[in-house]
């Protein structure tokens, strides 16, 4: 009789060891893994900041359940390019993009480091509305700062060529000398080491305009030894477009490194024709055995600096320089030409765009200027009773910064194109805000607000462009993929569990151009590292984002 009762405690024993206890199930979810397949139902479970099982979780429980029921859940997103830089540390929380199921932030086209004394002081001094102490001089010390301060997202970056360059030349057109290219060299050797994902610039501005082709297949190739990629801005958007494609795929070549072009576009009207044979170039590279990408943003019109409607000669020397000879009447009359100029040699962006009716003015520096937030150019130029020209060089005197503008530049054909390319990935090209306190003080581009929402809403559901796996594999796992990163980007038990909630029907994109500072709908849950950020679509102020380290990072 003992053995008999025995026998019959020993599996019940085992029935109870059986029943799984984990941090987290989502329950009843509509998987959308990232890898570009059809959608299954299933089951998620989180252990601290990893996803510990999928499947039927049925008879297992967490201490935190969810049913996901009619919703889709998918590996959260990666802002392949934005600017949350400084907006991080104002909010933490990096709603604008939070809201559209980011949990990424990689920052390209500069870097925030390294510094020399010089760079540290004009960072200091030249903040907007932002403030912040530059306590840090390597891009490492700068990415701890942000991390060690508590943030909801993940961040990431690149080093910038024209940041090397300026912390050892300057800011001057000049080439450098084999002993300045060899402390460049050892500037991005240690910004790799510190977890930079590859070497990154924008070519139109300067000081990184002033770099010649040799310059950056040396820095390239210093990132190379490290597994690091090429990302740009490239050199033209418009009239040398072409010619701009072709010398982001010499880079690639000679420094044996993948490339990324920065928010590709056909900039002008005059140009919107190249993209059919742009995008032949970037397929037949790719079929060489290239890795070439792309990522976009979704809106016709970029948004930049006034000072873009200059050749980046006249800031040979720094912003100092630019504003000293905007008081010279001589020079003022070159540059009220050269804006009304198709230049071949520099990227006039006043020209391109089709003049002062398409220029829309978005931030300001200064109090007294912010009462022309969000007119055009065109609107202040008959306000003041000047011309156009001359009040573009006006508003950047008086308010001694570059002035932040949208141009409007693009077509809705060529953004339709682009969207469903397998190469392409997505980034605003924007910080991340919130519709409150200083950042009220000025309008961003709406790409801010929507650009993500509205790959999964406008071009995936409503106009069908690509499907809504297709639309997640790029905004999730391509752009970990594009720059080595592992363990994200995908559901996959063991990857790091950030995750989104959404309802696909109702994802939209509100931001215009006229109140942009509008939040994206849809989107349910957010858990990044495993904690919720995002909960039943309002913020938790949870602070779990690490620094994502590139492949090159040495913990020593």
């Known amino acids: 009789m003992k053995k008999y009762l025995l026998l019959l405690v020993i599996p019940a024993l085992h029935a109870c060891t059986n029943t799984t206890k984990y941090d987290t199930i989502i329950r009843n979810a509509m998987i959308y893994d990232g890898n570009g397949g059809a959608p299954y139902k299933g089951d998620i479970a989180v252990n601290a900041d990893t996803i510990a099982a999928m499947g039927d979780l049925s008879k297992s429980k967490a201490s935190e359940e969810s049913d996901a029921k009619g919703m889709a859940v998918a590996p959260g997103f990666s802002n392949m390019m934005g600017h949350s830089e400084e907006s991080l540390f104002q909010d933490s929380r990096a709603l604008s993009d939070v809201k559209q199921g980011v949990t990424m932030e990689v920052f390209g086209e500069s ?53 090397v360059r300026q912390n050892i030349i300057g800011e001057g057109n000049v080439a450098p000398t084999a002993q300045q290219l060899d402390s460049m060299k050892r500037l991005v050797r240690q910004a790799m080491e510190e977890g930079a994902l590859g070497v990154t610039n924008a070519l139109i501005y300067p000081p990184d305009f002033f770099a010649k082709t040799d310059e950056l297949i040396a820095l390239s190739k210093e990132a190379a030894k490290y597994g690091g990629t090429y990302s740009s801005h490239m050199r033209s958007e418009g009239n040398r477009l072409v010619e701009a494609v072709n010398e982001i795929i010499t880079i690639g070549k000679e420094a044996n490194i993948p490339v990324h072009i920065y928010h590709l576009k056909a900039a002008g009207k005059n140009n919107w024709n190249k993209m059919d044979s742009v995008i032949k170039m970037v397929n037949d590279a790719r079929a060489n055995g290239l890795q070439i990408s792309a990522d976009m943003y979704t809106y016709l019109a970029g948004a930049t600096g006034l000072t873009s409607s200059f050749p980046p000669t006249l800031q040979d020397g720094g912003f100092g320089k630019l504003w000293e000879r905007l008081h010279d009447v001589a020079i003022r009359k070159q540059m009220a030409a050269a804006m009304n100029t198709n230049a071949a040699g520099w990227e006039n962006l006043y020209y391109g765009c089709g003049g002062a009716d398409h220029v829309l003015l978005l931030s300001f520096k200064q109090d007294s200027l912010k009462k022309y937030t969000g007119k055009t150019l065109a609107e202040v130029a008959k306000l003041q009773g000047k011309s156009p020209e001359a009040t573009a060089m006006d508003l950047i005197i008086s308010d001694s910064t570059r002035v932040g503008v949208a141009y409007f530049l693009m077509t809705e054909d060529n953004v339709k194109k682009q969207v469903a390319l397998p190469w392409v990935s997505f980034g605003s090209d924007e910080g991340s805000y919130a519709p409150e306190g200083v950042f009220l003080k000025s309008q961003p581009h709406p790409r801010a607000y929507g650009n993500f929402a509205r790959v999964l809403g406008h071009y995936s559901r409503d106009e069908k462009e690509l499907t809504l796996q297709q639309a997640i594999y790029q905004l999730a796992k391509l752009p970990i993929e594009t720059l080595k990163i592992k363990k994200r980007g995908e559901l996959k038990v063991g990857n790091y569990a950030d995750i989104i909630i959404f309802d696909p029907a109702k994802v939209n994109d509100l931001a215009t151009y006229d109140k942009p500072q509008q939040f994206a709908t849809g989107m349910i849950d957010v858990l990044v590292n495993g904690k919720l950020i995002l909960k039943d679509g309002d913020p938790t102020n949870a602070t779990p984002g690490q620094f994502v380290k590139g492949p090159g990072y040495n913990k020593k």
């Open 111 to 163: 870097s925030f480091a390294p510094l020399n004394a010089t760079m540290k002081r004009q960072a200091q001094e030249g903040q907007g509305d932002v403030k912040y102490t530059v306590s840090w001089n390597t891009l490492g010390e700068y990415m701890n700062t942000l991390e060690k301060r508590g943030i909801a997202v993940n961040i990431s970056s690149f080093v910038g060529t024209g940041t």
